[in-house]
């Protein structure tokens, strides 16, 4: 009698081209999705010897009252991630596909805490990613605040010479650089550079955003743990957060991703940030591990 396991059932999803394999590990799923490691999960997102995303998202029993179900967010390198709003959108589209949502708004418990899923009139989600906490302690950051202090401006001495950039953290760390042409073939090399330098303790997503008006912004994000993804919603919260902060959008932004539109929104400066996009179902599939 083989002792081969099952075969390890899985949805590919997408949100604006940030891309997924989404694994149903609940109590009354499939028992092979009930163990993770880092190793399991760089496999599966290999994308010439596994199935291939950026991120891998497990979905859980809930363990916070009032929350659908928890997930946890693996990254392409096996790291764990705490924030993902594409996925998150996901999620919800998943829920609905399964017939485990109905028209009001609905919370799922992620790494970095509940996260409230709106569906729109024109079959979008809308996500409160909760607060942008600009604290040092908080994204985690070391370098020293230049003026104005209340801008969170930072000053990171590098290869491309001395730049400048803002940092909050999403529930994962984050930082922005303002660049004049977001076509900027540095932008991969400085992302990766950014990324995994010493003054981010845990890393970070290197968002780079070209402002085109107070009301629109193209973006591009280098990940941790993933690199260049054609979106990453919580790097646009993140983006617009900053750039409000130093006064340079409006409280509502249109984020041009390589992959698709989000729409951010952060009506208070002290509230949550609100991020409305696009997910897609691609198809479903197993895998022999």
């Known amino acids: 009698m083989s002792s081969r396991p099952a075969p390890l059932q899985f949805h590919k999803m997408h949100g604006a081209g940030n891309d997924f394999v989404l694994i149903d590990a609940r ?3 499939h028992s092979g999705a009930q ?12 994308r010439h010897l596994g199935v291939g995303c950026d991120q891998i998202l497990v979905l859980r029993d809930a363990r916070r009252a009032g929350c659908r179900l928890r997930y946890e967010i693996w990254n392409a390198d096996g790291s764990p991630a705490g924030q993902c709003g594409n996925g998150a959108r996901c999620v919800g589209l ?22 409230t899923l709106t569906r729109c009139a024109d079959g979008e989600y809308e996500v409160a990613m909760g607060e942008p906490d600009f604290r040092p302690e908080a994204v985690p950051l070391s370098l020293p605040m230049t003026l104005p202090a209340r801008a969170g401006r930072y000053r990171l001495d590098s ?11 999403m ?16 932008i991969p090399e400085m992302g990766a550079w950014i990324g995994t330098h010493a003054a981010f303790p845990a890393g970070c997503n290197a968002g780079f955003a070209q402002v085109l008006g107070p009301e629109t912004i193209r973006l591009r994000v280098v990940e ?7 979106a990453c919603g919580s ?4 983006a617009v957060a900053i750039l409000r902060r130093w006064g340079r959008v409006g409280d509502t932004v249109d984020v041009l991703l390589p992959g698709g539109l989000l729409v951010i929104k952060w009506p208070e400066a002290d509230g949550p940030v609100a991020m409305k996009g696009p997910a897609e179902h691609v198809f479903r599939g197993s895998m022999n591990e």
Request: proline share 12%.
């Open 27 to 29: 109590a009354n799923a």
């Open 35 to 46: 163990v993770f490691d880092p190793r399991r999960a760089s496999r599966i997102a290999d």
């Open 94 to 115: 998943y829920l609905e596909l399964s017939g485990e949502t109905d028209a009001g708004p609905f919370t799922l418990e992620s790494p970095a805490g509940p996260v």
């Open 159 to 169: 290869p491309w010479g001395p730049l400048e950039l803002g940092a909050v953290s």
């Open 171 to 186: 529930g994962n760390p984050h930082a922005l650089l303002p660049v004049d042409d977001i076509g900027d073939p540095r």
């Open 224 to 230: 941790r743990g993933a690199g260049e993804t054609l």
């Open 235 to 238: 790097g646009a919260c993140a």
